[in-house]
């Protein structure tokens, strides 16, 4: 199973008569755009917007990043949520690197949106403020949910994967500036040196908590609260099959572009017949129900054991109930006689005085830690709002509040914000990207 | 030039050794003893050296914390230092003790320094910074040096960093800190798995503290003969609390004799615990020492006999080291009086 990526570098971002991709620079139809984007009828309101880094710009509540691409053989991105379902993983795209697209709500947000700053102390606290950034802010017309904090924020995401597979189009009959390869022989069908190497799984827990539907990650357009965990080829996680969700706090957020371009599995993969025997992926879930964390858990293992893996790596989408899936499957695969690192974020509160997760095992011994969901941030206003900020208060977004006796509100009246880092949009980065560590002080 | 304040014990003040140890608190003005030791470095003049006995501080806490923080009333300092007191443990109580004192009531930074063995550590870890020091005195210097290292980063300003960096005791805080080296997550994984897998040291970015469990004892056979006993974390004790248990982070403990006592009434007997809304607790006492329905139980010939007294203390910010400390001087009593089986209520 091989996939190619060709890279095209995004140097600039304009706007102009026609799409397309030059020397760097992509250019973009807007009114094109904006009208590819309003054939979802749903959309009521929409405008386009290029974020730069170093650009006084606030983005908030934005509520997924995508990263514009094209598949050569003219399939869709993202098989089963937008185009037709067949098998992703293998052939050719084209992808438009330091480039995301970004969907930023008008006016509404919830628990699972975020805040990005492209300049200023807040820039560094997300992958996606040192990006060129396509940003479209929209309103729909999904009332029911308009003032519920937990929001599907199905039109808007669709409009993102949509409007990245609009814009990569540019670069489908281009020569890329490079391109990376992605092959994962057969588990059993692997060279004499590789063989003899410690092999290991990539265990992936992405956010499913949500029991109602809508919500939840994706795999192939499949709500994956419903399923158990099951075997994949990295070259699919990174080819679309996954397509983020919408529901938990958003600085442990793994966006779809997480996904495309996951750090922890290009890193297993550059490992990959040096240091290790890559067997592949472990796509498990996050559950609500101990005995559905438990049932994870022991399918978790039992596949571990199955492939013969000597290590896994767990990473977890999420803090607070979900570390117990996290730590659980964990101990599971420690019982089970394989070697384990956990790849996570804490939530120590503000005073840094809790327990950073919300069960732990002494098991749990090779823990990386990407950062503290309750660090308390105050940044400056910027000169140019996307969105609506007033959202990060009003809106129950997770790390901003209305008002506090001490701190005063979120959003104050000079545009200045106060909140945790619980609401940097994808903040913790634990896919892999993060340079942020916990320390005991 | 700022300015500090250290504290001292008998021995390290001039005073005397052991039979001095009951000497109550002065405040010389000047440096005295490790003072001068400090002043070399400090980035602060030491205008005042304090020096107390150890078995004075240790008897009679609360005279001496009075006395020194009256006296420092009106003092113009930057920043309190303490000790270094080495595996001393009444000198690393006493520093700890006092330098609590002096930051909730001056607001002004604290610095002291101990061995890991020193039981002050465990004590005050999570109150002020307790630089890891050396075992015995003749390491005064490197200690001193370490805590003028840190001291001097106080009195700047500068951000004091980390736990294993700076050489303090971890206080039991985690904050976020941007590596310097840029190291990715990703690359930090694949170092701790291959490192791991290949049997190779390895350092976790979380460590799991040690739990440090009990054996669940073994169940009582024969209830019809066993002695019972009553201990509370719940605060329980008679209402003029004789033996001045704090409301939080208890160091102390009291036992109170119910042989004759059918049930606790309230207005006698009250709960002193500031961890919980304490209305139910005071109208009926019996609710967290249920000394009413042991009586009741030992009527029917539910079990053999009650243990004459209960036992009592406050769980809440109480650390496990110090709850550690009241239950070895509780159970001698509860042994000597044979109990089988005790009943151990929390809130």
């Not at chain 1, 940003?135 to 009332?143: F, K, P, Q, R, S």
């Not at chain 1, 790596?313 to 006689?337: Q, R, T, W």
């Not at chain 2, 040690?210 to 004892?217: E, L, W």
């Amino acid at each position: 199973m091989k996939l190619e990526i060709g890279n095209f570098y995004v140097k600039d971002i304009t706007f102009g008569k026609e799409l397309k991709f030059d020397n760097g620079v992509l250019t973009i139809n807007k009114e094109e755009a904006l009208a590819f984007i309003k054939e979802d009828e749903r959309i009521t309101e929409a405008d386009l917007y290029i974020a730069k880094p170093g650009d006084k710009i606030r983005m908030c509540p934005v509520k997924e990043a995508v990263e514009p691409r094209v598949r050569l053989d003219g399939r869709g991105l993202f098989p089963g949520y937008e185009g037709e379902l067949v098998r992703a993983g293998e052939g050719t795209l084209h992808a438009m690197k330091n480039c995301s697209v970004l969907v930023v709500g008008r006016h509404w947000g919830g628990f699972q949106d975020g805040v990005i700053d492209m300049s200023g102390e807040g820039q560094k606290y997300t992958y996606f403020g040192g990006l060129n950034n396509i940003v479209l802010v929209a309103d729909t017309n999904e009332e029911f949910e308009k003032r519920e904090q937990q929001k599907k924020n199905d039109a808007l995401r669709h409009a993102a994967h949509r409007l990245a597979e609009f814009v990569g189009k540019c670069v489908k009959d281009l020569k890329p500036e490079d391109t990376e390869s992605y092959e994962l022989e057969p588990a059993i069908k692997r060279d004499p040196k590789t063989e003899k190497l410690p092999s290991v799984v990539f265990v992936m827990q992405p956010q499913t908590q949500m029991e109602d539907m809508g919500y939840n990650t994706l795999a192939y357009g499949w709500d994956m609260n419903h399923m158990l965990p099951t075997y994949m080829n990295p070259n699919e996680v990174l080819d679309g099959a996954i397509v983020s969700g919408s529901f938990m706090p958003v600085a442990a957020k793994w966006s779809t572009y997480d996904y495309q371009n996951c750090p922890a599995i290009k890193a297993l993969y550059r490992e990959h017949g040096k240091t290790i025997n890559f067997l592949g992926i472990i796509m498990s879930n996050l559950n609500v129900a101990l005995d559905q964390k438990e049932r994870s858990a022991i399918y978790v293992a039992q596949i571990a054991n199955s492939l013969g893996a000597d290590g896994a790596v767990v990473a977890e989408e999420g803090y607070g109930n979900p570390d117990a899936d996290y730590v659980g499957c964990i101990v599971a695969l420690e019982d089970a006689g394989v070697k384990t690192v956990g790849l996570s974020d804490e939530c120590t509160g503000r005073d840094g005085m809790s327990q950073p997760l919300v069960t732990l095992d002494e098991k749990c011994d090779a823990l990386v830690s990407c950062g503290d969901v309750s660090d308390l941030l105050v940044l400056p206003a910027m000169e140019t709002v996307l969105g609506e900020l007033e959202a990060l208060g009003r809106d129950g977004m997770a790390g901003g509040w209305a008002g506090d006796e001490i701190l005063g509100p979120s959003v104050r009246e000079d545009g200045s914000i106060i909140m945790e880092n619980n609401s940097m949009f994808c903040g913790d980065q634990v896919l892999g990207w993060s340079t942020k560590t916990m320390k005991a002080f | 030039m700022k300015k500090a304040i250290l504290y001292i014990n008998q021995f390290f003040g001039q005073i005397g050794g052991e039979d001095k140890a009951d000497f109550a608190p002065v405040i010389r003005e000047g440096k005295v003893g490790p003072a001068m030791e400090f002043a070399k470095n400090l980035q602060a003049d030491i205008t005042y050296t304090i020096i107390c006995g150890d078995n004075f501080m240790g008897s009679n806490t609360d005279e001496a914390v009075k006395t020194i923080l009256d006296g420092l009333e009106g003092k113009d300092f930057d920043l309190f230092l303490a000790g270094p007191a080495f595996q001393a443990g009444r000198y690393g109580v006493a520093c700890g003790t006092i330098c609590k004192a002096v930051k909730e009531k001056f607001n002004v930074p604290v610095l002291t320094s101990m061995n890991v063995e020193n039981p002050g550590v465990e004590m005050f870890k999570s109150n002020m910074l307790i630089m890891e020091g050396a075992n015995i005195a003749s390491h005064m210097r490197k200690d001193v040096a370490a805590m003028v290292k840190v001291a001097n980063k106080i009195l700047s300003g500068e951000q004091v960093g980390p736990a294993t960096e700076e050489g303090y005791f971890p206080t039991g805080r985690r904050k976020e800190v941007w590596l310097e080296d840029k190291t990715t997550a990703a690359d930090r994984m694949i170092n701790m798995l291959v490192a791991k897998l290949n049997g190779e040291p390895f350092v976790t970015e979380l460590p799991i503290p040690k739990p440090d469990r009990v054996p669940i004892a073994p169940a009582i056979k024969d209830l019809k003969h066993a002695k019972i006993a009553l201990v509370t974390t719940g605060g329980i004790v008679p209402v003029d609390n004789p033996d001045k248990i704090q409301s939080a982070s208890a160091t102390r403990w009291g036992r109170y004799d119910i042989s004759h006592t059918m049930r606790l009434e309230s207005g006698v007997y009250k709960t002193i615990h500031a961890g919980f809304d304490p209305a139910a607790a005071n109208d009926d006492p019996n609710v967290i020492t249920p000394v009413d329905a042991l009586q009741e139980l030992l009527k029917e010939g539910y079990y053999g006999s009650l243990h004459p007294y209960f036992y009592s203390t406050v769980g809440t910010g109480t650390t496990q080291a110090e709850a550690a400390r009241m239950a070895n001087e509780i159970v001698p009593y509860l042994k000597e009086d044979n109990v089988d089986g005790i009943i151990m209520v929390s809130t």
